[in-house]
């Protein structure tokens, strides 16, 4: 068996050939692969020219980006640590690249780089790249959203996903969002469970007492997490003894001014009485 070639040197044949659109690395040789003989090199940029062919030709031909190193990931990793070497060695280079590295700190070598994208074929290359990183991305996150209802599960005593469904949704009548808030999925992941697990998801408008009970707690919490308070009614009953209008209350929680009113309750609990006969009645509460 041939070991791997350097600068052109040939080496053993691949057992197959590489997909058109990316560049097949061999781990176990630490070796790249030709598109066109399916033989494993340290780097295809002297090799290709056996093929009448130019390191950026090959390139375009094969669909990979233009900035893809034909090369091993050890002699790429060599080729950078030899030329930052020289690059911090010698103020004749750092000169030389001094406009280049000005260009990418203003983001115009993005802009110029964009600029030809925007009227250039993009390489298979490029696409297969962005198409893998969306399935990874797609993948991660819904790895995350798992692993976040499994520890809600947990946390509630739950052993499953539908026991969960029915305890929460049919049985207690909790809506959809309060019943999403509790597993830490989205509405929409709800939905799909429910429909998953046979469950009947209720008509959108039918409303329960658990249901507007459930809105009503999520607009409280909605409420106090906008002006950093832990319980919505008292932050209110505080303000509104410190002389706070019911519109400007309003205004400060995003609800509206009877909202406001529902919470803070008796007018009476504000104030206690000035002596043992009660005659002292609680102030108006300012409107404005």
Not at 21 to 35: A, K, W, Y
Request: aromatic share 4%; proline share 4%.
């Amino acid at each position: 068996m041939s070991s791997p070639g350097t600068d052109g040197e040939r080496t053993e044949r691949a057992p197959s050939h590489p997909d058109f659109g990316r560049l097949i690395r061999d781990e176990s040789t630490d070796t790249v692969i030709c598109h066109v003989c399916a033989r494993a090199f340290r780097s295809l940029g002297a090799h290709v020219r056996a093929h009448d062919m130019t390191a950026s030709e090959y390139r375009q031909e094969f669909g990979l980006l233009r900035s893809r190193a034909l090369s091993a990931r050890s002699l790429s990793d060599e080729q950078s640590r030899t030329r930052l070497a020289a690059y911090r060695a010698s103020e004749t280079v750092r000169s030389r690249l001094a406009e280049g590295r000005a260009m990418a700190r203003s983001g115009e070598l993005a802009r110029r780089r964009w600029d030809i994208t925007t009227t250039r074929s993009e390489p298979d290359e490029l696409r297969s790249m962005r198409r893998e990183n969306l399935r990874t991305g797609r993948r991660t996150q819904l790895r995350t959203a798992d692993e976040r209802m499994a520890a809600a599960l947990r946390a509630g005593g739950f052993t499953g996903i539908e026991q969960a469904l029915r305890i929460l949704y049919v049985d207690r009548h909790t809506g959809i969002e309060e019943t999403g808030r509790i597993l830490h999925i989205g509405k929409g992941r709800v939905r799909r469970l429910l429909v998953e697990h046979g469950i009947a998801v209720r008509p959108v408008g039918e409303n329960s007492a658990t249901g507007r009970r459930s809105r009503s707690q999520l607009n409280d919490r909605a409420a106090a997490e906008r002006v950093g308070a832990h319980d919505i009614a008292t932050w209110l009953r505080e303000r509104a003894a410190e002389g706070v209008g019911l519109r400007e209350l309003s205004t400060l929680t995003g609800r509206s001014v009877p909202w406001v009113v529902a919470r803070i309750g008796a007018r009476s609990s504000l104030v206690e009485p000035s002596d043992k006969g009660g005659n002292a009645g609680p102030p108006p509460l300012p409107v404005s």
